[in-house]
């Protein structure tokens, strides 16, 4: 269930940017530099049972001291054309289908133009086709922006199934397919196909990634969602948060082992 922050807001004709919980969260660290960068504005939390419940101080610079963060926050930009979630939570074990069901009612219930989904998958586990060439890849569900297929192409932003034609495979078999390719994806393969069935229109960027040091796989999957949707061109460089610090702490305490 959407919680606002202050009153209604404003959903309808926006894009939504939703991160699914996967290998090295790539994801998430990506709209952690778009949420920081552009100093978005919380408008509210989503009350899930479905993930677990976890609390802590606020995770950008820009946030008040007061404003707790929690599993599942909204963001918006001032002209309510960027709605992005942010997930800090997984989900419960075996509730993915529940958690991917809810995500799916509440993209229907604010009637989002266009979701776009982020994941990664596991680079060990990819196909010999998809060792070489680009590391973040792309799949439409039911989407038919030729502009922004265009974009994707010309960023060589390659589809998820190589030696094809983006989204020639899900309008002649489905995603089943390219989705048998995702590995440790999170919600990613329930959400698309109820995406699929439901005629959402959904374009997913997954990062082929290994576990390890992602914040370069993160930078990188930042800069191909702003190349990509064009939400702004007056960034100089990505401003993490200050919680970064402890993604890879050069000093960790060895009284911690």
């Not at 959407?2 to 699914?20: D, M, N, Q, Y």
Request: a negative charge; hydrophobic letters at 45%; charged letters at 15%.
């Amino acid at each position: 269930m959407f919680v606002p922050t202050k009153g209604e807001i404003t959903t309808a004709g926006s894009t939504l940017i939703l991160p699914s919980v996967s290998i090295g969260n790539v994801p998430q660290l990506a709209v952690d530099l778009l949420v920081n960068t552009l100093q978005l504005s919380r408008v509210g939390i989503i009350d899930s049972s479905m993930v677990i419940p976890v609390s802590g101080p606020p995770g950008y610079d820009h946030q008040p001291a007061a404003q707790r963060s929690v599993p599942l926050e909204v963001f918006q930009t001032s002209d309510a054309r960027w709605t992005v979630v942010q997930q800090r939570a997984p989900p419960l074990p075996k509730h993915h289908r529940l958690f991917a069901r809810e995500m799916v009612d509440f993209i229907k219930s604010h009637e989002f133009a266009q979701v776009v989904l982020l994941t990664s998958s596991d680079a060990a586990l990819r196909g010999d086709a998809l060792i070489d060439g680009p590391q973040i890849r792309s799949l439409a569900v039911n989407c038919h922006d030729e502009a922004l297929a265009e974009r994707l192409q010309a960023l060589s932003l390659g589809e998820l199934a190589p030696h094809s034609q983006l989204q020639s495979q899900v309008e002649k078999k489905g995603s089943t397919a390219q989705l048998a390719q995702l590995h440790s994806s999170g919600i990613a393969k329930p959400l698309l196909r109820l995406c699929e069935s439901e005629g959402i229109h959904v374009v997913a960027l997954i990062a082929l990634v290994n576990e390890g040091d992602n914040i370069p796989d993160a930078i990188t999957m930042a800069n191909a969602i702003n190349a990509a949707l064009e939400i702004t061109n007056e960034l100089d460089q990505w401003r993490p948060p200050k919680t970064w610090e402890w993604l890879m702490p050069a000093n960790t305490p060895t009284s911690m082992f």
